[in-house]
């Protein structure tokens, strides 16, 4: 009896031996990687990503790109013509805003060179003026938002530079192919290659503000715009191997000093592929300040950047659908009023009103703050600067404000313009901020 007892222990014993020893197996070969060497700085990588791995509370790995390892440094790409490369200037920002450094989980490359921090000697661009662009902001915020992601920024931005000229083969206005040798679309792949240096990354988004140029020479190019764009967003995400790289670009600044047919053109056209081309999201620069006749002044390279990150948070890691007004007006940075007009109450920007059709012509004032005292506003015939006279600035037309949607509105009938085109101004009383141009014809 004593020995059968003996024995069923025994048996027990070793069974419950392989048992173990088989777990143990199991365990490690489930998590194999423990068995690989660690590359300098993973082990630090690898516990801040564990800590953070649901950047405010949401999955790193719900992404256009799948289910991605999250050890992958994810890449955004910044290029486009010169509110891109930037002409920024107010450097005091920098301090107010606390954006002095890089975010050290962010590496950023411009003009062949790893960038150390955000100092206001540094010629971003080099082309001999110490400014800056959207870069600044979009960092900080992606930096804020993604904490325990690696992210490597890459910018190249060429000034005063045509789509057609990024692109190895594009359409002109007779619809001819035109192939060309040297397209900067080759130095910004051989840019983003040589920063990531043969890594294994994940490529996020390509930020794209450009198309100034074509509104310039719509004449020969800008036609085609909409069908050179996609060429490029098409290449980019061919040649990145990532089919759906989220393509975020900024709608051009409604310019009053070009003809309205090229500024029309190209807009219309952006809006086109946005809402035809998968993972593309346009957001509007029409409430930006320009320092000059072209370019965003500090607040705006801020707010775009900023855009550009939220959006991008928005869209492509929430999954929620962009309104082209939304992050200008949602920015939080201070700018200028948004003026649009229509002959609907709620309708889009229009640009013709037929006379025969009657009714009203709506003007629509956005990010105008809540106090109707502080606003003032100037119609005039283009081309006459009536509003340069400061008695023409009125408060008498009769606004209304929408406080759910932070909209000022005021109507006249159609009937009461005779034929010709006009431009319209918004501007507040205490700071004369004015808004940019919009123009309309009547027909």
Same mark, same amino acid.
């Given at each position: ?156 931005? &060429?000034?005063?530079? =045509?789509?057609?000229?990024? %692109?190895?083969?594009?359409?002109? #206005?007779?619809?001819?192919?035109? +192939?060309? /040798? ?81 500024? &029309?053109?190209?807009? =219309?056209?952006?809006?086109? %592929?946005?809402?035809?081309?998968? #993972?593309?999201?346009?957001?509007? +620069?029409? /409430? ?90 100037? %119609? ?64």
């Amino acid at each position: 009896m004593q020995l059968n007892i003996n024995r069923r222990l025994f048996i027990l014993s070793t069974r419950y031996a392989l048992v173990l020893t088989g777990g143990i197996l199991l365990f490690h070969f489930v998590n194999c990687d423990h068995f690989l060497p660690l590359k300098d700085g993973d082990d630090d990588q690898t516990k801040e990503e564990t800590e953070n791995n649901s950047d405010n509370g949401i999955s790193i790995n719900n992404t256009s790109g799948g289910n991605q390892s999250i050890n992958k440094p994810w890449v955004f790409v910044l290029a486009g013509q010169s509110n891109m490369a930037g002409q920024g200037q107010l450097y005091s920002y920098l301090k107010n805003e606390k954006l002095t450094k890089i975010p050290s989980n962010v590496e950023f490359y411009v003009a062949n060179r790893r960038v150390a921090d955000w100092d206001h000697q540094q010629d971003l661009d080099q082309d001999g003026v110490s400014e800056f662009g959207p870069e600044i902001s979009f960092i900080s915020e992606i930096g804020r938002l993604f904490p325990g992601k690696k992210i490597i920024g890459i910018k190249y931005a &060429v000034n005063g530079t =045509s789509l057609a000229q990024w %692109l190895p083969k594009y359409q002109n #206005n007779q619809g001819q192919t035109v +192939t060309q /040798n040297n397209p900067l679309y080759l130095n910004l792949l051989a840019y983003i290659r040589s920063a990531v240096n043969q890594r294994d990354v994940e490529y996020k988004a390509m930020l794209w503000m450009q198309g100034e140029s074509d509104a310039l020479e719509y004449s020969s190019i800008g036609k085609m715009y909409q069908t050179n764009l996609f060429t490029l967003i098409e290449k980019i995400r061919t040649d990145l191997v990532e089919k759906d790289l989220a393509f975020i670009f900024g709608r051009i600044y409604r310019y009053a000093h070009l003809p309205l047919e090229s500024v &029309v053109g190209v807009r =219309s056209a952006q809006e086109k %592929l946005a809402r035809q081309v998968k #993972n593309t999201f346009l957001l509007s +620069t029409d /409430n930006f300040v320009l320092s000059d006749t072209w370019h965003f002044n500090g607040t705006g390279q801020f707010a775009l950047g900023k855009c550009f990150a939220t959006i991008f948070n928005q869209a492509v890691i929430l999954k929620q659908p962009v309104d082209l007004y939304n992050c200008p007006m949602a920015s939080g940075l201070d700018l200028a009023p948004v003026l649009t007009f229509s002959d609907s109450y709620n309708g889009p920007a229009q640009y013709y009103f037929p006379l025969s059709r009657g009714g009203f012509l709506y003007s629509k004032a956005e990010n105008a703050g809540s106090s109707p005292s502080n606003i003032e506003a100037c %119609l005039e015939v283009l081309g006459t600067r009536s509003c340069d006279d400061q008695a023409k600035w009125t408060q008498t037309a009769p606004w209304t404000y929408d406080a759910s949607s932070s909209v000022w509105r005021s109507q006249l009938p159609i009937s009461t313009f005779p034929s010709n085109t006009y431009r319209g101004w918004w501007r507040f009383k205490d700071s004369k901020k004015i808004s940019f141009t919009a123009t309309f014809n009547t027909l």
